[in-house]
């Protein structure tokens, strides 16, 4: 069981891997619960309390950057 107690909390999960959350598992007075995730999120929440918020997303893609292209200081370009 996760218990956030009195205040305001959130609960962050980052995984580049699926996430999996399956029934039985237990959180209370956490408000906000952020999932980021490269792969699938599956979430059971039936026995979590005090939740006002719940975020399943994926990362920004950023463009693939390889093969790098290499400047040279002169001005000209190298090849790899």
Partial sequence: MIDGGAG?????VT?????????GVTVRN???ANFLS??????N???W??????????PPKVPHLWPPKLLHPAGGDLMH
């Fill in 15 to 23: 995984q580049t891997a699926a996430i999996l959350i399956q029934t």
């Fill in 49 to 58: 309390t005090g939740l006002t918020a719940l975020n399943p997303r994926r």
């Fill in 45 to 47: 929440t039936t026995a």
């Fill in 30 to 32: 956490i408000e906000t």
């Fill in 38 to 43: 490269d792969g699938a999120v599956t979430l």
């Fill in 8 to 12: 305001t909390d959130a609960f962050n």
